[in-house]
């Protein structure tokens, strides 16, 4: 066979490929709506806006407020809903997530950026030894927003220590 062939063969393959891809399409296929606030080509190539309202500025990460983590818990063991990362917060402060603890235990507290602990309670899941969902309250008290860390853990019965950890970075609010 020579290439004159196989280059022959080639482009019916890519012809035939092309007409089955374009096969599904049809004049009422129209591309769809670019997304609210996205950039449109203009007609004179310059970008133009849809008209929306303005987004909110988000809220920069809280970066190094929490401590290194030695034994992150993965989601299916324990998982924070409430509240997001970063958010701001009050007190009482509500958490809830979904915690695997031994004997429904688990510990909650909340730290300061210098990691002097501001609050922290024993919180019950409703189950043991299951991924099942919990509440706890967190009272505190700051003057002004303060950055801090959320942490939910449990404590190893063999040693004592902090294992299965989330951390969450919070704003704690007067």
């Known amino acids: 066979?020579?290439?004159?062939?196989?280059?022959?063969?080639?482009?019916?393959?890519?012809?035939?490929l092309g007409a089955v891809l374009l096969g599904g399409c049809s004049e009422k296929d129209e591309p769809a709506p670019p997304a609210a606030g996205t950039a449109t080509a203009a007609p004179t190539g310059?970008?133009?806006s849809s008209?929306?309202?303005?987004a909110p500025s988000?809220?920069?990460?809280?970066?190094?407020?929490?401590?290194?983590?030695?034994?992150?818990?993965?989601?299916?063991v324990a998982v924070v809903t409430q509240p997001a990362p970063n958010a701001s917060v009050t007190s009482p402060l509500t958490v809830?997530?979904?915690?695997?603890a031994f004997e429904a235990?688990?510990?909650?507290?909340?730290l300061d950026a210098q990691q002097n602990q501001l609050?922290?309670?024993?919180?019950?899941?409703?189950?043991?030894?299951?991924?099942?969902?919990?509440?706890?309250?967190?009272t505190f008290s700051v003057s002004a927003p303060t950055p801090g860390c959320l942490r939910i853990y449990q404590q190893s019965a063999k040693d004592?220590?902090?294992?299965?950890?989330?951390?969450?970075?919070?704003?704690?609010?007067?």
């Open 1 to 16: 066979m020579t290439w004159h062939h196989i280059a022959r063969m080639s482009i019916a393959a890519a012809a035939a």
């Open 58 to 76: 988000p809220t920069p990460a809280l970066t190094g407020v929490c401590p290194p983590n030695p034994d992150p818990a993965p989601a299916t």
């Open 160 to 174: 004592g220590s902090d294992t299965k950890i989330v951390h969450v970075p919070v704003v704690l609010m007067p």
């Open 51 to 54: 008209p929306t309202a303005p």
């Open 46 to 48: 310059q970008a133009q």
């Open 96 to 100: 809830t997530g979904m915690v695997e």
């Open 105 to 110: 235990t688990f510990q909650a507290q909340l």
């Open 119 to 138: 609050a922290h309670v024993v919180g019950m899941s409703q189950a043991g030894q299951m991924l099942s969902p919990f509440s706890v309250q967190l």
